[in-house]
């Protein structure tokens, strides 16, 4: 089994920064594929980003292209979501997620995931 814990969300005004972190325990994360998604009240999941277990390929969304950065330490057995230049849509509960497969593009199909964090993006 692996545990994900997110962290760093938190409200930020239009245009700011944030850093969201996702701590990995149980496992090994270095060969799962990671990634990120989101879902904000009454809509659907959305992918957001994610990485392979070595880092080589990385699929961003378009809505969040130029703007957010996905990475991943696997010595310390974590991943990272550096999210600039944030708008009101960036509103959304964050989720970091592992698959034991092929990386995923969409917000689904992940064996593992976090609880999730808050991002607020006030104008």
């Known amino acids: 089994q692996v545990q994900l814990v997110e962290s760093g969300g938190g409200l930020v005004q239009a245009g700011g920064s944030l850093r969201l972190s996702c701590a990995a325990s149980?496992?090994?994360?270095?060969?799962?594929?990671m990634g990120w998604f989101r879902q904000a009240p009454g809509k659907e999941r959305e992918f957001v980003a994610a990485i392979s277990w070595s880092g080589s390929s990385i699929y961003v969304a378009e809505s969040v292209k130029g703007r957010f950065t996905i990475s991943r330490d696997n010595a310390r057995n974590s991943m990272y979501l550096q999210m600039n230049s944030l708008k009101p849509d960036d509103t959304a509960v964050y989720y970091c997620?592992?698959?034991?497969?092929?990386?995923?593009?969409?917000?689904?199909?992940?064996?593992?995931r976090g609880q999730g964090t808050q991002v607020t993006v006030s104008s």
């Open positions: 149980g496992r090994t994360i270095s060969r799962y594929a």
């Open positions: 997620a592992a698959s034991d497969g092929p990386v995923r593009t969409s917000g689904y199909g992940f064996d593992y």
